[in-house]
C-alpha cells in the first residue's frame, strides 16, 4: 500500500424529503447569497428547483438561477454563470442535477474569485486559490461529483474535454434524496451504473500491491450494482435499489475505495474524446471503452483480472488456465452491461472508424506520450484500443 | 434504508514515517500549545513520543505531556489532564497510542473548556459545546476512535464504564503509520481485531431493509480481516497486511459502513460491565461475548446470519435447513477467534458464574429497561447471554 492523506469532509444528506432543508445547511455554511446551476427543464417541472427555492426563502437565504448545464457541459454557460455570480454577489453556489450541472458548478465556483480565465485550472496552468463553496442536490447517481474533488468541462474551442481535481471544490454538503432518482430514464440509469462502475475499475486496475481492504470494497460497490440496477431497470421506484446505487455512486469517486494505490484514468481520458466529438453520454462511452481497455490489458495482469471475475462476476477459478477466467469476467461484465441497455460497440454510439486516428491524436496523455499506469499506453496501444472497441463478443444473457 | 446524515471530515495521514508531519498538521489546524496524552511507556522507549515533540518543535508547536492512560481509561487521569491542560494554557490535544488514550484524550478535551464535571457528558446529562481540537497518532488498529465521534471512560466510583457520542470529538486529523503496529505483541493484535469485527457485527445485526450496499461494505472488513491477521500473527512485520487490518480498524467504526441502518451495540454494553469487573481486554471481552449474544439471537433473524456464513465464511448455503448454515457461520467466527489465540468463554477470561447476577443488574440499558434494536434485549435476556458465555462449542482449525 502506499502512503496517502483522504479527507472526505462533505456533510451528506441522504434520505427522504432531504431537498426541504438545503436552506438550513447553507446557513450553516455560511452562504447569504446562493446562486443555483442546473440543467434542463425536469427539474423546473418537477418542482425540485421550487422546493430548493422555498427552502432557501424559508432560511432567509437570497438566490439567483442559471438553469442550461448539458451533458458534458461546456464552457460557454461557465462563462456565463461566472458573470452572473459576479454581478449579483453570489457566495455559495449550489450545483443542482446530476454531474453536469455539479461539474459546471464547481467551475463556476472556482472561476468567480479568479482573476484570469478559469480555463486554466482545467489546462494545468494555475491551481485555485480561492473558491467559493458548493453545495450540491444531486439527481443523478452516476459521476460522484456530489462527493467528489474533481469537475469535467468540454471547451468550445477546439472540443476539449478537461478534468480538474482540487480538494476545494469537493462539496461542503450534498442532499441526496433517492426518490429525486425515480423519473430517471432506464437508458440514463444505466449509464450512470456504467460511469459508477468505471470510477471503480480505474481504481481496481493497479500495480499496487497489498491492497486487500480496498480490493474489497470496490468488489462491493460492483456487486451491489450487479443486484441493485436490475432492479431498479424493473420497478423505477424501488426506494431501497435507488438509494443502494445512490449511496454505491457517491463511495465509488470520493476515492476511499482508491486510497494507497496508484491509480489508471485511462479509459476515462480515451472516453472523453469519444464524447466531445459525438456529445454521447459519458457512461455510454466508457460501456464501449472499458470492455476494449480491459480485453487489451488481459495480459498485464492475469491473476487481477481472474479476481475480479471470481469476485465480482462470480465465476469459477480456472486453477489450469486463469486466462479463460479472466476472460469469462469481461465476458460477463460487457454481457451486464448490454443487459442494462447500454451500448458495448463504437458503432452502436455512432462513432465512425475513420475518426479513430484523430480521437487518438487528440487524446489527452500523460507525461512523455504516455497515458495511465496499469499497462502505460502509447498513442497506438490507445488506438488499438479504439479499434478494439468497435466490434463486441458479448452475448445477450 | 433509512434516512441519515454521514460527515467524517477527519484527514487521514496515512503510511511510513508519517508520524514527523505531526507538527505541519497540528500548525495547520491552528493549534499552537498541544498537550500529547499517551499511555505506557512502549511509546516512550520506542522513540515515538521524541519523534512526535521533535515534529511539533520543528513547527514551532509548544507541547506538555501526560502519560499513564491505561486499558479501560479511567476518569481519574482525565481529571488530571483537564487539569494540567487548563494550567498549561493547552488549546490543542494528541491522544498517542490505542484507543484507550484516544478516549481518555477526548474526554480532557470535552473537560477543559467546560464548567462541571466532564462525567456529566458520558453520563448523558450534558452536551458538549466547546470541546478542544483533538487529533490522534494512532499505534493500535482496534477501537477505531482515530476516525469515530465516540469514546469510552470507566468511571472509577463504581466502576461504570460508559460511553459519549458527539461530532465535536471526532480528530480533526489522524495519523496512521502501519510500521507503528509492528511490535504490537500478538495478543493485543487479536484483541484489536476482535474490537474491529465487532464493531461491524453491531452494525451488520439490523431489521433494517434494503441496505445492500453497506452490508457489503461491512462484509469486506471482515473478509480483510480473516486475510490479514492470520498474516501478521506469523509475520508481525508484513507491512502491507499491517497497513490493510489499519484502514480496516478507520473504515469499521467511523460509520461508513453503518449509515442508514438501526444498529445493535448491546454486545458492547453487555462486554462493558465485563471489561470493567475483571479489567480484560475490551477486545478479548467481546470475543466471548458476540458469539454468545449470535447463538442466542439466531432464530431473530436465519437468513440474515446465514448471509453473513455464506458472504463472509464461505458456508455453502443449505437451502433445506438455512438455520444450519447460519450455525455454521457462527462457529466458524468463534473457531477463528480462537485461532487468532481469543478466549472465547467466560471461564477464559477468569470470569465467575456467580458474579453473573450482579454484571446483568449493571449493565446500562436503553429506555424501558430494554437494550438494543436488533432484537430487544431485557435484563433476562442479558444474564442468559453472560450465561450462554460461559461454555463454547468452537473447535480449533
Redesign the interface.
Known amino acids: 500500500?502506499?502512503?496517502?492523506?483522504?479527507?472526505?469532509?462533505?456533510?451528506?444528506?441522504?434520505?427522504?424529503d432531504?431537498e426541504n432543508e438545503t436552506g438550513d445547511f447553507v446557513r450553516k455554511f455560511g452562504g447569504t447569497k446562493v446562486m443555483i446551476h442546473y440543467g434542463g427543464g425536469s427539474v423546473v417541472r418537477s418542482g425540485l428547483l421550487d422546493r430548493v427555492k422555498a427552502s432557501l426563502d424559508e432560511a432567509g437565504i437570497a438566490c439567483c438561477e442559471l438553469g442550461g448545464a448539458q451533458p458534458n457541459p461546456r464552457s460557454g454557460l461557465v462563462y456565463e454563470g461566472i458573470e452572473m455570480a459576479r454581478r449579483e454577489n453570489v457566495d455559495f453556489i449550489i450545483g443542482l442535477g446530476g454531474g453536469s450541472a455539479i461539474d459546471s458548478a464547481k467551475a463556476i465556483a472556482v472561476g468567480v474569485p479568479y482573476d484570469g480565465d478559469f480555463w486554466d485550472f482545467y489546462d494545468d496552468k494555475a491551481e485555485p486559490e480561492n473558491t467559493l463553496p458548493i453545495a450540491t442536490v444531486v439527481t443523478i447517481p452516476a459521476a460522484g461529483s456530489e462527493g467528489s474533488n474533481s469537475s469535467v468541462i468540454t471547451h468550445e474551442e477546439g472540443m476539449l474535454k478537461r478534468g480538474l481535481g482540487h480538494e476545494s471544490i469537493r462539496p461542503v454538503f450534498s442532499i441526496m434524496n433517492?426518490e429525486l432518482t425515480f423519473t430517471l430514464p432506464p437508458y440514463q440509469t444505466a449509464c450512470g451504473c456504467a460511469d459508477i462502475m468505471a470510477h471503480i475499475l480505474e481504481r481496481y486496475l493497479t500495480n499496487t500491491?497489498?491492497?486487500?481492504?480496498?480490493d474489497?470494497?470496490c468488489?462491493?460497490?460492483l456487486?451491489?450494482l450487479i443486484?441493485?440496477v436490475p432492479v431498479v431497470l424493473q420497478e423505477p421506484e424501488h426506494?431501497?435499489?435507488r438509494?443502494?446505487i445512490f449511496?454505491?455512486g457517491m463511495?465509488a469517486h470520493n476515492n476511499?475505495c482508491g486510497?494507497?494505490r496508484e491509480q489508471d484514468w485511462s479509459s476515462h481520458q480515451i472516453e472523453h474524446e469519444l464524447s466531445a466529438l459525438y456529445d454521447v453520454a459519458h457512461g455510454a462511452g466508457l460501456a464501449v471503452i472499458f470492455p476494449a481497455f480491459m480485453k487489451y490489458t488481459l495480459k498485464h495482469d492475469v491473476q487481477r483480472y481472474a479476481q475480479l471475475a471470481v469476485r465480482v462476476w462470480n465465476c469459477e477459478m480456472d486453477f489450469q488456465n486463469p486466462e479463460k477466467t479472466a476472460r469469462e469476467g469481461i465476458a460477463r461484465f460487457e454481457a451486464f452491461l448490454k443487459s442494462i441497455g447500454m451500448p458495448v460497440t463504437l458503432e452502436e454510439l455512432g462513432a465512425r472508424e475513420e475518426d479513430i486516428p484523430a480521437m487518438a491524436a487528440k487524446t489527452k496523455m500523460g507525461p512523455n506520450d504516455i497515458l495511465g499506469s496499469f499497462m502505460p499506453l502509447s498513442r497506438k496501444d490507445v488506438e488499438a484500443i479504439y479499434r478494439l472497441s468497435m466490434q463486441s463478443n458479448a452475448s445477450s444473457r
Chains 1, 2 share one sequence.
Open positions: 500500500m502506499q502512503n496517502f492523506v483522504f479527507c472526505s469532509p462533505t456533510t451528506f444528506v441522504f434520505g427522504k432531504t433517492p500491491r497489498d491492497v486487500e481492504m480496498t474489497r470494497l468488489e462491493s460497490v456487486k451491489t443486484e441493485d426506494y431501497g435499489a438509494a443502494n449511496w454505491a463511495i476511499s486510497v494507497g
